[in-house]
Structure formats: structure tokens, C-alpha cells
């Protein structure tokens, strides 16, 4: 039977633990991600917790390629290493650690959507899911294909409901495909590289909302943007607000200026003018948890033009 090494950081890394395991495959180590700031980490799971439980040896680290995780993790003599949810790229030593390879995780339909931020680029761009398991080699993403369970993502999901829907395929996909790796069988399929495409990273910034944008997009931006991730944001009354939720307004008939707050139900939520289309904004609070009331009228956003003018006349006092 192979023994399996498993580094990794996340809710879909515990997943496959489990799976594993259950699966009766030997996991005979774990290398689990444990940063400064957890909660800078989407996901994050305590895989020193899970391991105790299972009886499997563990190792925290910080940075994936110091020398001691790679004496560690040779020390194990893992036929197969599973190296899932954690963002640190493997060095070329660790291919030869194991005997067959490096089985990597992407939760798109591989090769399309390869690289950075997957989780919200399909939730932002509404399109396909997938839980994909495939050989590592140099290249991002790239390598033959050993499984893969796809799904859709509807008009309804966020970034938190496709994070569901990922860990569901993850064990569709295991279910599938664990029983023939325990038989010993290995023959991943290449991928097509003439339809491959690429995705750039995201960051905490690229969830700032534009209000000329239509509501559409802001609509799907909120939703890629949610938890797990740290959410859309704007501003208000000189403070950051942030947008965990929303949807869109398709029967009011009402017209205002761009950004501005139309109307406020027994909810609390906000209908607010985008440059086409209404959007109601459901779940939402201030960076600092501060208590400051929102009403009809208020605008959200600035109004680049007049913040320049106000700064430069702050400047011009000072320089006086």
C-alpha cells in the first residue's frame, strides 16, 4: 500500500486527510501551514488538532522549503506527497522526496482557470467548479489529471456557498478515485494546453466597490469577496464599510444619483443606485464595529474630484 504525506493548510487539506483515511490509505505524516496570522489565511484549519486525533505524525512550519521540513518529510519515505491549500510554491526537492510525486489540488476544471485565486474568480465570474487532483511538475497547474468532480456555480452562491460546494466534490471526487489508487493503479490524464487560461491573484484592495459599475457586477463582486474572504467594501461618512451581502432589485421603480442610498426597510438594508440597475445591500458593518447610523441620502464612495479639492485646500492652509 502507498504511504502518503500531506502538507497543507486548510478546510479542503482536512478534507482529504479524512478522506484518506478513510479510505484506509496510509497517511504517514502531516506538514500543516501555521502563519504569524491565521486569519490571514481564507480557510485556515488546525491540522495539528485533526493529526492528534488520527495518531499521525505532524509537523507545523512556516515556510515549506527550510531544509528541516525536507529532512522531516524524506524521514517519512511517502510514496506520494498531497500538497493542498497552502500558497508557498515547492521547491524542485521536493518532487524527489516521494517516489511517484507531488498530487496537487485546483477547484477549477483544469486546464481552464489555472493559478492564483480560484475561489473567487468562479464565484465572481459565475462559471464552473471543479475539485481536481493532478500530478505536480515545474509548471502552475499543469500537469496530467487524475480526477476531477465539476459543479456549477448558481446566481445565488458566494464565495462561502462554492467554498461548500468544493469540500462536497472533494469527496466525490476522493470516493471516486481513492479506491483505485489503493488497488495501486496510477495513470493520470495530460492535460490540453490549447485550451488552458490563467487566472491572476486577488488581493484584500480588489474588493473595493465602484458604484458606476453596474449592479450585476457589484452583485457578483460582493459575493466573490465574502467569507472566507475579508469582503467588498466602500465608504461612508469617512469610514470603511464593508458589504457581506446583497441582491440585486428588479421590480422598484426608482431613480437616484449614482452610490447614493434610495431607500432603508424594517431590515436595516440599503437600496442603492449603481450605474445600472438597483442593488440591495443586506449584511454589512463598519472596519471598527463602530455604531454609525446610515440613512436615505448618504452616498457611498467618494467623490474623487471633491476629496482632491478638499486636501489641496488643507495643504494650501498648512503651507499659509
Not at 68 to 75: D, H, M, Q, R
Not at 144 to 154: A, D, E, G, L, N
Not at 175 to 202: F, M, T
Request: aromatic residues 10%.
Amino acid at each position: 500500500m502507498y504511504k502518503i504525506l500531506v502538507i497543507g493548510a486548510v478546510n479542503s487539506t482536512a478534507k482529504i486527510i479524512q478522506k484518506l483515511i478513510g479510505n484506509g490509505l496510509e497517511v504517514v505524516g502531516v506538514l500543516g501551514h501555521e502563519p504569524k496570522d491565521k486569519n490571514k489565511i481564507s480557510g485556515w484549519a488546525d491540522l495539528a488538532s485533526l493529526s492528534s486525533d488520527l495518531g499521525i505524525n505532524y509537523k507545523s512550519f512556516t515556510r515549506i522549503n527550510d531544509e528541516e521540513n525536507l529532512k522531516w518529510a524524506a524521514e517519512k519515505k511517502a510514496d506520494i506527497i498531497f500538497a493542498v491549500g497552502f500558497s508557498q510554491l515547492l521547491q524542485d526537492d521536493w518532487f524527489s522526496v516521494s517516489t511517484l510525486g507531488c498530487i496537487g489540488f485546483h477547484p477549477t476544471m483544469l486546464p481552464i482557470g489555472r493559478g492564483r485565486a480560484p475561489l473567487a474568480w468562479i464565484t465572481l465570474e459565475q462559471s464552473y467548479g471543479s475539485a481536481t487532483f493532478f500530478l505536480m511538475g515545474k509548471g502552475a497547474d499543469d500537469g496530467p489529471v487524475f480526477v476531477q468532480s465539476i459543479f456549477k456555480v448558481q446566481e445565488d452562491d458566494n464565495a462561502e456557498s462554492v467554498e461548500s460546494k468544493i469540500l462536497e466534490n472533494i469527496e466525490l471526487a476522493l470516493d471516486q478515485w481513492l479506491p483505485e489508487l489503493k488497488k495501486g493503479l496510477w495513470n493520470p490524464i495530460p492535460q490540453c494546453e490549447h485550451l488552458a487560461s490563467h487566472y491572476g491573484v486577488r488581493k484584500e484592495e480588489d474588493g473595493l466597490i465602484n458604484w458606476n459599475d453596474n449592479a450585476e457586477f457589484i452583485n457578483r463582486l460582493i459575493k466573490a469577496a465574502s467569507k472566507p474572504h475579508p469582503g467588498a467594501y466602500t465608504y461612508c461618512k469617512d469610514e470603511k464599510l464593508i458589504i457581506w451581502s446583497c441582491r440585486p432589485e428588479k421590480h422598484i421603480k426608482f431613480k437616484g444619483v449614482i452610490g447614493r442610498v434610495l431607500l432603508k426597510n424594517e431590515k436595516q438594508e440599503l437600496l442603492i443606485q449603481t450605474s445600472e440597475g438597483l442593488l440591495w445591500i443586506e449584511e454589512y458593518q463598519f472596519k471598527e464595529d463602530l455604531s454609525i447610523l446610515i440613512n436615505v441620502g448618504d452616498k457611498l464612495g467618494y467623490n474623487i474630484e471633491d476629496e482632491i479639492y478638499k486636501i489641496k485646500n488643507i495643504l494650501k492652509k498648512i503651507n499659509e
